[in-house]
């Protein structure tokens, strides 16, 4: 079983996570990890925090010479802007800087100060953050490796921002934006090339593949819709138009069209994996909504932290990660091994059967 956790807040020393269940023999390569984090730190429309960090990824186990050895990893990234928070967020003493009582409408600032009887929703904030997805990438480029060795790859691209499809366009909505304090959200695909057949089940509601890739991807911050294939137009087409058709080409088994996006019955189906997701436009605006003071009781205006005006290109780098995690969790599900060498044979083994067919 593949799984990790993540931990730390977002001005904190470090944000921690510790992954378990990976395969002895992959071999990582840290700067491909640390492409992945400057990835996720860019993007038009990012902010002044994005100025401070510069993210790379310091792995403290499970690692000698540069391969796994099937023994949990350890995965550390520092944040440099502690050093002008650690009064305000020191584990231990005596409350120090102001409380954030304006909680923001669309964060989790209300919900959680509720939820765990905080006067300050800087308590729930700094975790809630963003900031978090630092280690799911981290996490996504260390099962990106796995699933490499593999002969799995995965990509994205933005595809829409408020409102707009070109680059140029999408560009000019940000700065708009931006300018009227405003921000924007949009749409990205994540896909995924090189997957066998049969990966995920039919028998059990959470064994499905379609249904664990679109809760990994729901679970990023800000992402309020996740389709895969022809998703959503499937509700307007007719059955003749939404199913791919399948054809023998020689011995192969062909399919022209692929709007199911590659997963059909819970299971991979042998085409290329397409998902999208919605982001909502981040909820901190430097021109704040109206909300509540949670201490006064008063009418006021929301909050303001330093924030970008649109993330979708980060979103995009972080749905990668979550894509990549369920898949190596998959594939490791599907073909088991201690070790990259004995999972490689089973795949030849699987892959053997299926062309005799």
């Known amino acids: ?26 071999k990582l390569d840290v ?59 020191s584990a231990f003493g ?7 009582t304006a909680v923001r409408p669309g964060h989790a600032d209300l919900n959680g100060v509720l939820k765990y009887d905080r006067r300050d929703a800087r308590d729930i904030l700094e975790r809630s953050s963003a900031r978090e997805t630092t280690m799911r990438v981290a996490v996504g480029g260390v099962c990106k490796e796995f699933l490499r060795a593999v002969g799995i790859e995965i990509g994205s691209r933005v595809t829409m921002i408020g409102g707009e499809t070109t680059v140029e366009k999408m560009h000019e909505a940000i700065d708009d934006a931006k300018s009227k304090g405003d921000t924007l959200g949009g749409t990205f695909e994540v896909t995924v090339k090189g997957a066998p057949i049969g990966l995920g089940s039919h028998v059990q509601w959470d064994r499905r593949l379609d249904g664990r890739l679109a809760e990994a991807v729901m679970s990023i911050q800000a992402i309020k819709g996740v389709e895969i294939g022809a998703g959503f137009r499937c ?47 981040i909820p901190t605006l430097m021109k704040p909504l109206r909300t509540i003071d949670i201490d006064s009781k008063m009418a006021v205006s929301a909050s303001k932290e330093r924030s970008d005006t649109c993330a979708v290109e980060a979103a995009s780098v972080v749905g990668e990660a979550m894509v990549a995690t369920v898949m190596a969790s998959a594939v490791l599900e599907k073909f088991g091994g201690d070790c990259l060498t004995d999972i490689l044979k089973s795949m030849r083994a699987y892959e053997e059967r299926l062309d005799k067919f």
Do not use: C
């Open 1 to 26: 079983m593949l799984r990790y956790l993540t931990a730390g807040e977002s001005h904190g020393p470090q944000l921690t996570a510790i992954v378990d269940g990976l395969p002895a023999g992959i």
């Open 31 to 89: 700067e491909s990890i640390n492409g992945d984090l400057a990835r996720r730190q860019q993007g038009y429309g990012r902010g002044g925090r994005m100025k401070i960090e510069r993210d790379r990824v310091e792995i403290m186990s499970g690692v000698r010479f540069g391969e796994t050895l099937g023994s949990p990893i350890t995965l550390v990234v520092k944040n440099r802007d502690w050093e002008n928070w650690q009064d305000r967020m």
């Open 94 to 100: 005596k409350p120090t800087g102001d409380k954030v």
């Open 235 to 281: 509700a307007e087409l007719p059955g003749s138009q939404v199913h791919d058709e399948i054809f023998f080409e020689g011995d192969r088994i062909v399919r022209e069209t692929n709007r199911a996006g590659g997963l059909e019955g819970g299971m991979t189906n042998g085409e290329e994996i397409m998902i999208r997701a919605v982001m909502k436009p």
